[in-house]
């Protein structure tokens, strides 16, 4: 088997964050549940942009935050992400080029304007997200070259890039490709609106044996066995994937391999600002380790450190040296 190129080649929707202040009186006067991920239109979009207070713009997206994250570590990533031919799309794969990140899939002028996530962040840290999706589904199976997911070690998926048909299909493709040239699949079921929209084609992937490594927080994995007791609900999920990897906020996370199983705690922090990327920056440490050979617990521990990181200030990439704040973890 060829030397892989790459560590990890992170495929998900290229989309630019605009996060602003809100308090709950605003969520409640735009009809939003705190918490909330939903999908909206462009009108929507313009619509809500209109209203929120002011912004700060941010290239995000679950997986390109993994690869970000991964590339902070020091590992060698890749993307895949579909983007327009505009401003937006611009500045996404600049700032995504610029942290190290190879940007594989070139903008296209057909596919409408680049995807946007208006993030709203209340004062207690928690985000209320309504995406639009735009050039992001309009990612096609076309985009993935079997060679270029052949020279990554791990092919790492987000669920949020289930929902339109093409995209799906370039993920199908992707998994195809990473199997037959003997590289590991790692998918993230990304939100329980996920869950709960395609917990059936989640399921027929894990059946099949596509998933090697499975990533969720505890509501998505309750969501997934459709089971209140979480842990029963990981106990059961971990047995039906070669790796399952939990999040579980405050409590720290949890991973399970066959008979192995190992627990982190949380990493201290200072305070609490935004938890947008949380997720995405805790599957950049665990994956930098699997891709270091770490075990469970170094692994685990990682991606503690690069969540700590991310939650304590605005945005979904790192701000801080993940490196140094590694420390041995990384040597």
Not at 101 to 111: G, L, N, Q
């Amino acid at each position: 088997m060829t030397a892989p190129r790459l560590d990890v080649l992170a495929i998900g929707n290229a989309i630019v964050d605009v996060i602003a202040d809100a308090d709950d009186r605003f969520l409640e006067s735009q009809g939003l549940t705190k918490g909330m991920m939903r999908l909206i239109d462009e009108r929507e979009a313009d619509r809500l942009y209109a209203a929120m207070g002011p912004g700060r713009e941010l290239s995000g997206g679950s997986a390109g935050n993994t690869a970000a994250g991964l590339a902070a570590m020091g590992c060698k990533a890749g993307f895949i992400g579909q983007v327009a031919d505009d401003q937006l799309g611009a500045i996404y794969q600049h700032d995504i080029e610029s942290l190290g990140v190879d940007f594989i899939v070139p903008a296209r002028a057909d596919v409408g304007a680049t995807a946007r996530s208006l993030i709203l962040v209340t004062p207690d840290a928690q985000r209320t997200m309504n995406t639009f999706l735009g050039a992001a589904q309009m990612l096609d199976k076309s985009d993935i070259e079997p060679a270029e997911v052949a020279a990554a070690a791990i092919v790492y998926l987000e669920g949020y890039l289930w929902d339109p048909p093409a995209p799906r299909a370039a993920l199908e493709k992707a998994i195809a490709a990473a199997h037959a040239a003997g590289r590991k699949v790692a998918f993230t079921l990304s939100d329980t609106f996920c869950v709960d929209r395609h917990r059936d084609g989640f399921w027929q992937l894990i059946k099949a044996g596509k998933i090697d490594i499975l990533f969720a927080n505890e509501a998505e994995a309750a969501a997934m066995e459709e089971e209140n007791d979480v842990e029963r609900a990981i106990e059961l999920l971990s047995k039906e994937v070669p790796m399952l990897v939990v999040t579980r906020s405050e409590a720290g996370a949890t991973a399970i391999a066959g008979d192995e199983r190992a627990d982190v705690p949380a990493e201290p922090i200072d305070r609490l600002v935004d938890t947008t990327g949380a997720g995405d920056l805790f599957a950049a440490g665990f994956l930098a380790g699997q891709a270091r050979s770490r075990s469970l617990k170094d692994s685990l521990r990682l991606g503690a450190i690069a969540a700590a990181e991310v939650i304590q200030h605005y945005g979904a990439r790192p701000e801080k040296d993940l490196r140094a704040l590694a420390g041995d973890l990384l040597a």
